[in-house]
Each structure stands twice: as structure tokens, then as C-alpha cells.
């Protein structure tokens, strides 16, 4: 089983950036597609981000253009890079696996309720 540690999180200002980073071990990234969800209190989780083996990436709406998932095959790592801030982007991040690739293209609609593999969280507050 592949276990996910992220961090990156943190407290930033309207426009600004922040980069998650998850660190996977105990398999390699290349079997899975990994995604970033975020959740905020008393709401669904949201799929915010999906990057499958070949690197094909997908995108819910709100982030396009603002966050860019990537990964480091060499790292075993997969980041989340997000510019352009806003307010609605405070949540707890999550990075989670799953060995179902075709996941990744639906990441946009998903809740995770299909991912196994979770990574504990980080905070973001922008304000």
C-alpha cells in the first residue's frame, strides 16, 4: 500500500502562492492516479486536481488556469502549485491515490469517495 504525506500549507494573501508537495512511499506514484481534493467544515469534499502516469492532468472549473498539478516520478511526488488566490481557496488539502486511472479524468465531479490512499491534510487560509 502506497502511504501520502503533504505539506505546503499555510496562511497567505489574496493573489498570492503556495505549492503542496506529496510524498509518497511504500509504492510508486507511477501505478496510481493521485489527485488533490480540498473540503472546508460542514461541506462535501471537492476534487480539485487529478494527474494520472502519463501525466495527463485534469481540473475542476474553479482552479483552472490558477493551479497546476505535477508530478516527480524520481521524487515519488506529486505537487500542486496554486497562483492567483482567492478567499474561496481556504480548505484543508488533501492528496489521495488510486489505482483506477480513469478517476483522474473525473476528478473535476468526484468527492473521493473512490480513492483509497489518503494523505493527512494541510491547511490553506487565504485572506
Known amino acids: 500500500d502506497v502511504q501520502l504525506v503533504e505539506s505546503g500549507g499555510g496562511s497567505v494573501q489574496v493573489g498570492g502562492s503556495l505549492r503542496h508537495s506529496c510524498v509518497a512511499s511504500?509504492?510508486?506514484?507511477?501505478?496510481?492516479?493521485m489527485g488533490w481534493f480540498r473540503q472546508i467544515p460542514d461541506k462535501e469534499r471537492e476534487g480539485v486536481a487529478g494527474?494520472?502516469?502519463?501525466?495527463?492532468?485534469s481540473y475542476t472549473d474553479s482552479v483552472m488556469g490558477r493551479f497546476t498539478i505535477s508530478q516527480d516520478n524520481a521524487k515519488n511526488t506529486v505537487y500542486l502549485q496554486m497562483n492567483s488566490l482567492k478567499p474561496e481557496d481556504t480548505a484543508m488539502y488533501y492528496c489521495?491515490?488510486?489505482?483506477?486511472?480513469?478517476?483522474?479524468?473525473?476528478?473535476?465531479?468526484?468527492?473521493?469517495?473512490?480513492?483509497?490512499?489518503w494523505g493527512r491534510g494541510t491547511q490553506v487560509t487565504v485572506s
Open positions: 494527474i494520472e502516469s502519463d501525466g495527463s492532468t
Open positions: 489521495a491515490a488510486e489505482t483506477s486511472t480513469f478517476l483522474c479524468a473525473q476528478i473535476a465531479t468526484s468527492t473521493g469517495a473512490e480513492f483509497k490512499y
Open positions: 511504500g509504492d510508486t506514484i507511477s501505478r496510481y492516479c
